[in-house]
């Protein structure tokens, strides 16, 4: 780069450092009755910066803030693969779709197949599965943990079988000790949508391991509630060599060449190659080995994410501080809520703060008190998933999907459960009003 050119450049992001630190961090005062969020964007003059100088170079499409986006994300996880594509459900998708690929031989997912899951949770978990024509098997999950309960997994089991596609409910790592042991025994794929829990770590065989990492394949959400965000964005990842080339090819466009955009023939054989039934040396660029799709993240997201993944250790610990805080003081309230817990050797990173309401407790008065006094709430996701009108044409067929027993706690928490937010942005002041308000509306 030419010196006034970089002289121009350096003027610009120090103007936007300046811009950033004048108007977008400055700190407001809290006050009863200002709108506590349940999650928002946690950032600084470092985010805003990488943002325009990936816009000052105008490469927009994947480029060299992708390329290291990815390599720190997978030193981070301590994994050996990682792919940044646009979004959360979009790393699901290729997730399962890579199960599909015909160069997995007889492992490969085939329609019809089985996939054991849980139905409280967010639907882009599952909706691949249904979307291929796969079966999704749903199983009830525990309180107050939120998770699969693991004591129903072989009974969920039939000739059928062929993965586990799990999340980590609001940063609450799953037992992965049972689930990896049930998936090794039976020859299954396991799928970890962690989503809901970048940060999170797990004890297995005497290692703490990052959640997302135990299975076959993890993915990850960096919409602006999650853990860490590039406004859209997502990244799958892996230690398995071949599912990491079948899910770079599914991300682009189900090509088979490996060179990134912009770059040419980085094999040397471009032109030299047999495929298919396509004429010797046909150009290897356009050579396509699945039925993909185009989800690329770009530049100006992935700048962000450099950046934001930096913060990720602090942000991590804040979350954890701030569930702590709300547990200890809303102790005194279990006659009226089950509180939340860890699962057994789990270090959670965690999304949110689940409260179950007692016998008694109406979750619909308890919910509006909060919600009237600016505190903002969520619900499970979908809370029962088969109960959506999603699910209307499989209901009446009773048709595409199985349940194993019945889905005592996917419903109680349907109709019982909410949570409030944990994210960084929070201060003390702010957890704790939630604390008082979350009291007033039971006392």
Not at 213 to 236: L, Q, R
Not at 377 to 400: I, Q
Request: hydrophobic share 35%; charged share 25%; glycine share 8%.
């Amino acid at each position: 780069m030419k010196s006034g050119q970089q002289e121009m450049r350096d003027r610009i992001l120090r103007m936007v450092k300046e811009y950033c630190e004048t108007f977008h961090e400055k700190k407001q005062e809290f006050h009863a009755g200002d709108r506590i969020l349940y999650a928002s964007r946690v950032y600084d003059h470092e985010e805003m910066t990488n943002l325009v100088d990936a816009a000052l170079e105008f490469w927009l499409t994947a480029g060299k803030y992708v390329n290291t986006f990815e390599k720190g994300m997978a030193e981070y996880l301590g994994v050996r693969y990682c792919l940044a594509v646009n979004s959360g459900s979009s790393a699901n998708l290729l997730a399962f779709m890579a199960l599909t690929s015909p160069l997995l031989g007889e492992r490969r997912v085939k329609r019809g197949d089985e996939v054991i899951t849980v139905a409280a949770g967010f639907p882009t978990t599952v909706s691949p599965v249904i979307q291929y024509g796969a079966v999704p098997v749903f199983v009830d999950v525990t309180i107050p943990q939120y998770n699969i309960d693991v004591t129903k997994l072989e009974d969920a089991l039939s000739e059928k079988t062929r993965v586990v596609m799990l999340a980590h409910t609001l940063g609450n790592p799953f037992n992965l000790k049972i689930v990896k042991e049930f998936c090794d025994r039976h020859n299954l794929w396991l799928v970890e949508d962690n989503c809901d829990a970048l940060g999170s770590k797990y004890m297995l065989n005497g290692k703490e391991v990052f959640t997302g990492t135990v299975g076959d394949i993890g993915t990850s959400s960096f919409y602006p509630p999650h853990h860490m965000t590039m406004g859209e964005g997502g990244a799958v990842y892996t230690n398995n060599a071949m599912l990491y080339k079948i899910i770079r090819s599914l991300r682009d466009w189900g090509r088979d060449c490996i060179c990134p955009s912009g770059k040419d023939n980085l094999c040397g054989h471009r032109f030299d190659g047999q495929y298919g039934e396509l004429p010797q040396g046909y150009d290897h660029k356009y050579v396509y080995s699945h039925f993909g799709y185009n989800l690329k993240v770009t530049e100006m997201q992935a700048a962000i994410g450099c950046a934001q993944l930096n913060k990720l250790p602090r942000f991590t610990k804040r979350r954890q501080q701030n569930f702590e805080r709300l547990h200890k003081a809303l102790a005194e309230t279990v006659k009226y809520f089950i509180l939340p817990e860890a699962c057994e050797n789990a270090n959670p990173s965690w999304f949110g703060f689940m409260l179950t309401c007692r016998e008694g407790v109406n979750r619909k008065r308890v919910v509006r008190y909060i919600e009237d006094h600016g505190v903002q709430t969520r619900m499970l996701f979908t809370g029962n998933l088969t109960k959506h009108p999603c699910f209307n044409e499989m209901r009446k067929s009773k048709e595409g999907y199985r349940i194993v027993g019945e889905l005592v706690n996917t419903d109680r928490i349907m109709n019982d459960t909410f949570w409030v937010g944990v994210y960084p942005g929070m201060t003390d002041e702010k957890i704790d009003y939630m604390i008082k308000i979350i009291k007033e509306s039971v006392c």
